[in-house]
């Protein structure tokens, strides 16, 4: 069993804006694999996959993004999961040009409340994530980052570039599950198949 989270909001108001990336990315491989997160578990909505012949639970918390954490730790010792070996994040990274992703074995959360809640949950930061890009595009937008821009609706065009970056966290994700951590790095975090130029 393997636990992939999608961070962000739960509500219609927040469904596309740059803060749900992640419940975006969860969404985006449930469809591919004809999934529905649906199912209410630990304060988070589910779905089941199979990636190279594992069970993957999608989940999306609903707690809302300050206490995402709540539900990851409610997750992880429902389904026993290491939080080393067993569980992905994915959500919204302001500090990374839209369109491009990051994998990561751990690190600090830096600014982001979701994985600082998750972070304080779990107790450690040693989870691995996928960071995706959702920084402003152009130099004329830099006014926009921040809390307001993190939770307004993205514009189409933002919309369409960060498509790119969701594909990539689907097949991120796979590779992650079927083939580590350490091979999803190697491949997803070099300049040339990570989108926009950092």
Not at 63 to 68: D, E, F, H, P, V
Not at 112 to 135: E, Y
Not at 165 to 184: D, H, K, N, P, S
Request: charge should be neutral; aromatic fraction near 6%.
């Amino acid at each position: 069993m393997f636990l992939v989270v999608g961070l962000g909001n739960p509500g219609i108001e927040y469904q596309f804006t740059p803060h749900n990336a992640g419940f975006l990315a969860v969404d985006a491989i449930a469809a591919e694999h004809n999934a529905v997160v649906s199912n209410r578990r630990c304060q988070a909505l589910t779905g089941k996959i199979q990636l190279g012949g594992r069970e993957v639970i999608l989940a999306k918390p609903e707690t809302y993004m300050n206490l995402s954490g709540v539900a990851v730790s409610a997750l992880v010792r429902e389904l026993n999961a290491d939080p080393v070996r067993d569980l992905l994040v994915l959500y919204d990274e302001l500090d990374l040009p839209i369109g491009s992703i990051r994998v990561r074995e751990r690190g600090s959360p830096a600014s982001h409340n979701g994985a600082r809640s998750i972070c304080s949950a779990l107790g450690t930061a040693d989870w691995p994530r996928v960071r995706i890009g959702v920084g402003p595009s152009g130099e004329d937008d830099l006014f926009r980052k921040g809390k307001n821009y993190l939770l307004t609706p993205m514009r189409k065009a933002d919309l369409a570039t960060l498509d790119g970056a969701l594909e990539r966290t689907a097949r991120a994700v796979e590779t992650v599950v079927t083939r580590g951590i350490g091979v999803a790095m190697n491949e997803f975090n070099r300049r040339e198949n990570n989108g926009p130029a950092a």
